[in-house]
T-cell receptor, first 112, second 114 residues
Framework: GQQLNQSPQSMFIQEGEDVSMNCTSSSIFNTWLWYKQDPGEGPVLLIALYKAGELTSNGRLTAQFGITRKDSFLNISASIPSDVGIYFCAGQNPGGSEKLVFGKGTKLTVNP | GAVVSQHPSWVICKSGTSVKIECRSLDFQATTMFWYRQFPKQSLMLMATSNEGSKATYEQGVEKDKFLINHASLTLSTLTVTSAHPEDSSFYIC??????????FGQGTRLTVV
């Protein structure tokens, strides 16, 4: 089945640093979604991208839908301790199904 | 964002018993909901698609007789783990879409079978 390659698998940064993570796929997607999951909780939607080339911001978060429709990145600027968590990308492929394909996640640790 | 509520947040049950997990969309109607399973330190694995008014669609390898799904209304889907065994212990999460492309997740249910 389809797979998303998400990298890096984990990151250890200092508070205030910027962070970048990305997802790539061998097939195209219609929609890219970025989620954050805290331990013991369900994923929370951060940013949704609907068009190739789209660049969208949500506070300190910025995400882009790759022009080839096969990749997306998420940037976090000026990280703070509460940014700690696991970030997942998810893609929705063409064909009308609402099913999502998830990346394996990026675990972010922010040292104060 | 839209609110999806999942209940219970955690449950402990004895081996051989059945457990029901509810997923509700609180402020929108969802004709489709999804059930996921997540193992520790892993990503979400789609189990099945719950369709209001019709049978659920299960992913390959998921036992439909073990994981019963009922989507009785546009705001409620239930997952029943039947004859649970310790290997069924996991974190189960549901999601629902307000529009076709924004999926919102419930808080998850931690199931422990002893």
């Amino acid at each position: 089945g389809q797979q998303l390659n998400q990298s890096p698998q984990s990151m250890f940064i200092q508070e205030g640093e910027d962070v970048s993570m990305n997802c790539t796929s061998s097939s195209i997607f219609n929609t890219w979604l970025w989620y954050k999951q805290d331990p013991g909780e369900g994923p929370v939607l951060l940013i949704a991208l609907y068009k190739a080339g789209e660049l969208t911001s949500n506070g300190r978060l910025t995400a882009q839908f790759g022009i080839t429709r096969k990749d997306s990145f998420l940037n976090i600027s000026a990280s703070i301790p509460s940014d700690v968590g696991i970030y997942f990308c998810a893609g929705q492929n063409p064909g009308g199904s609402e099913k999502l394909v998830f990346g394996k996640g990026t675990k972010l640790t922010v040292n104060p | 964002g839209a609110v999806v509520s999942q209940h219970p947040s955690w449950v402990i049950c004895k081996s051989g018993t059945s457990v029901k997990i509810e997923c509700r969309s609180l402020d929108f109607q969802a004709t489709t909901m999804f059930w996921y399973r997540q193992f520790p330190k892993q990503s979400l694995m789609l189990m099945a698609t719950s369709n209001e008014g019709s049978k659920a669609t299960y992913e390959q390898g998921v036992e439909k007789d073990k994981f019963l799904i009922n989507h009785a209304s546009l705001t409620l889907s239930t997952l029943t783990v039947t004859s649970a065994h310790p290997e069924d212990s996991s974190f189960y999460i549901c999601s629902a879409s307000r529009v076709a492309t924004e999926a919102f997740f419930g808080q998850g249910t931690r199931l422990t079978v002893v």
